[in-house]
């Protein structure tokens, strides 16, 4: 049984028929993509829980962004928009050229040996080049793993051990507001520290960025080998064949690569871009993320270009470059219709400019739609945002695991009233639930684990690379029958779905997923360190920001700010800037239960101000007093 209440309408029907008739739904929903060969089947559910969609089906993923609307008479229509706050500079490619430039870029890599099924990992800042690689791969059917430009060598070195690529695909470095980001040295030590590295390397130089391929001994020039390539033709894949694989934070230090498949992928994509987006064929579509993200995977690449809309890229961020009328400006600039971003930036762009006086400098008429998600949009923000641009602002929920919304006010499909703090209402296809630790239903409005009902629908992931007994470990034993969404929350009586926070040891900073497990080893590798605990705390800002809880081993002697600055310093250095990491408290103890679990969620309620409850499993509740003492003296 669904939590979602029997509605009528556009969307009680299309839901329902996810649900009762999923052959047919996803079997239509296929028809919107150009396939080699169209499946006969939606669900192949044999080796359940490891389901396969359109097991039958093969395309390719590059012709359905690229060569399909080139061939539908729409070359010359923009594809995507370069928009850099930061070199600054506007660069325009047609859907012609873009494929041109894939083409090519698909060859280079084709003449390396890179063939279909092998992995590449692509490690770029917000330039075309990163979008190209991407649809590069998918061309000739490598698997692409793009990893973000703000996680540091080891964070690198950890995915390329994992992936095993056949070539790695960089730039000279990226452009962070007061500074340069060298990428070289930071491949260069990824390279070293793993075990069997790939043979190629190829660099996109910048030249606001010091560094070239040159100066690599074996490493190649991106523009030389494009120019000397032959364009690669596309080849089919199976839709069950994966298209990426993007690691992600879990709850322990070891990222989890999560697999998307390409006939899944492609179908979602398309039936979110009408449905939840409204954004067809030449309409424009800004998603402020990263491609290093899961939000930039689907909605700065593929979504928007699957169906012959514009996307437009921009390398920026929404306050200090140069302020905050930087959005108001790309909105106005590139005629945006739909704006995707996570409420961090409002947030930024609201305490930057609470009056919004920049917002009068522009016209922002063209944009119809503001979409958020990457945190909850707190029902202030939403306030905000829905009051300052005076469009609809849609919340959704959803994870780098499934790739697409969860739960959304499906816009173009049919628009439902907003109730802030809900990302509305489940998206077809999906049987969201919410149960207690036993895996029982909870009644309306009670709180619980937000799971969801396996199968889960085409586009979600297909499994963790090489690892399926980690992925039935990490989503489906819990609650049989169900994924574990890690996500706390409520369904209210009339269906609409309320998402609290994870209940695992993710945490959200500033709409970037990073596992307190991965940092937690970094602070415990320091020679001063006996035990330590790292949690997420509330933010007003960045919706939560780390926090380090350290207790000294006996008798060493170091000055409380010398060990922060260590920490910090090595936090940095080993996940990257991106961590945030700068809260270090030193504790005689940590709080934990008998068994010597570390009680992380009592003390982030302490350090939340929140009401709490002593567990009854506490091993000394004067370890906790001390604790919040501790907390208090420090605020
Ligand atoms: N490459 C290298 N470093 C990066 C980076 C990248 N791609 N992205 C961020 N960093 C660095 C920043 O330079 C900063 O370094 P610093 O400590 O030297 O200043 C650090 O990581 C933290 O960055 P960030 O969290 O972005 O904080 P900020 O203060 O620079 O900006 C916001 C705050 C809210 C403006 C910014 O986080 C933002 O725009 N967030 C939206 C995020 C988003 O779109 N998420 C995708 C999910 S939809
Ligand atoms: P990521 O995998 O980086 O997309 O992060 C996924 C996590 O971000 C989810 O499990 C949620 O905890 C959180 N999240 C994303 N979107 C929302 C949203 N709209 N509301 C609440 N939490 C969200």
Redesign the pocket.
């Known amino acids: 049984m669904s939590a979602v209440e029997p509605r009528s309408g556009a969307y009680a029907e299309a839901f329902r028929q996810s649900i009762d008739e999923p052959e047919k739904f996803w079997l239509d929903a296929a028809r919107a993509v150009d396939w080699a060969q169209f499946p006969t089947r939606a669900l192949d559910d044999s080796a359940a829980p490891m389901y396969r969609w359109y097991p039958d089906g093969s395309l390719n993923t590059c012709v359905n962004a690229l060569d399909r609307h080139v061939a539908a008479g729409r070359g010359d229509q923009t594809a995507l928009i370069y928009d850099s706050a930061m070199v600054p500079t506007v660069r325009r490619y047609t859907y012609a050229e873009l494929l041109d430039q894939v083409s090519r870029f698909a060859g280079a890599l084709a003449e390396r040996g890179v063939t279909a099924g092998d992995r590449v990992i692509i490690y770029m800042?917000?330039i075309p080049e990163a979008a190209i690689a991407m649809l590069a791969c998918a061309r000739i059917g490598a698997v692409h793993s793009v990893v973000?430009?703000?996680f540091a060598a080891k964070e690198l070195a950890a995915r390329i051990e994992d992936a095993q690529p056949r070539a790695v695909v960089t730039a000279s470095g990226?452009l962070?507001?007061g500074?340069v980001?060298e990428y070289l040295p930071m491949v260069n030590r990824a390279l070293e520290l793993v075990a069997d590295p790939p043979a190629t390397v190829i660099v996109k130089d910048r030249e606001q960025v010091p560094g070239s391929a040159a100066e690599r001994p074996g490493w190649l020039d991106w523009d030389t080998v494009v120019a000397q390539a032959q364009p690669a033709e596309p080849v089919t894949v199976a839709a069950t064949d994966p298209l990426y694989i993007l690691y992600t934070s879990g709850t322990t230090g070891k990222p989890k690569g999560v697999v998307r498949d390409n006939g899944g992928h492609a179908v979602a994509m398309t039936w979110s871009m009408r449905n939840v987006y409204d954004i067809g064929a030449g309409d424009i579509m800004w998603t402020?993320?990263?491609v290093?993200?899961v939000?930039?995977h689907s909605y700065i690449v593929y979504g928007p270009l699957l169906v012959g809309a514009t996307t437009v890229m921009y390398e920026g961020?929404?306050?200090?470059t140069p302020d905050a009328g930087a959005f108001w400006r790309v909105i106005q600039e590139h005629g945006v219709r739909a704006l995707?971003?996570?409420p961090?930036?409002l947030?930024?762009v609201r305490k930057a400019d609470p009056e919004s006086a920049e917002l009068e400098k522009y016209d922002v008429s063209t944009l119809e739609t503001l979409f958020a998600?990457?945190e909850r949009l707190d029902p202030d923000t939403y306030k905000w945002a829905r009051h300052t641009l005076e469009v609809p602002v849609i919340d959704h929920w959803w994870q780098t695991e499934t790739g697409w919304a969860i739960c959304a006010n499906l816009t173009g499909l049919e628009p439902m009233p907003v109730k802030a703090g809900s990302p509305t209402v489940a998206v077809p296809g999906y049987r969201v639930r919410i149960v207690d630790e036993h895996g029982a239903e909870v009644p309306p409005n009670t709180e619980g684990n937000i799971v969801i009902g396996l199968p889960l629908p085409p586009g979600t992931l297909t499994g963790l690379w090489h690892d399926d007994e980690r992925y039935v470990g990490s989503y489906l034993s819990a609650y049989p029958g169900n994924y574990a969404t890690g996500d706390s929350g409520y369904i209210d009586e009339g269906g609409y779905v309320f998402v609290l926070g994870r209940s695992d040891d993710v945490i959200n900073?500033?709409?970037?997923r990073l596992s307190t497990g991965s940092m937690e080893a970094v602070v415990a590798s320091h020679p001063a360190v006996a035990e330590c605990a790292v949690i997420g705390i509330r933010d007003s800002?960045?919706g939560q920001r780390p926090s380090g809880y350290v207790v000294l081993k006996a008798g060493v002697d170091i000055a409380d700010d010398t060990l922060r600055d260590e920490l910090v310093a090595m936090v940095?250095d080993q996940i990257?800037?991106?961590a945030?990491f700068r809260d270090v408290t030193v504790v005689p103890a940590l709080p934990k239960t008998r068994s010597g679990k570390i009680l992380r969620k009592t003390m982030r309620q302490i350090a939340d101000h929140e009401q709490y409850t002593v567990p009854s499993t506490i091993e000394d509740v004067a370890v906790l007093e001390t604790l919040e003492q501790v907390i208090r003296s420090a605020e």
């Open positions: 800042p917000m973000f430009g703000g990226g962070e507001p500074r980001v402020a993320s990263d290093g993200w939000v930039g961020k929404p306050v200090g995707f971003t996570a961090t930036a947030r930024a998600a990457g900073v500033a709409g970037h800002l960045k940095r990257g800037a991106v945030t």
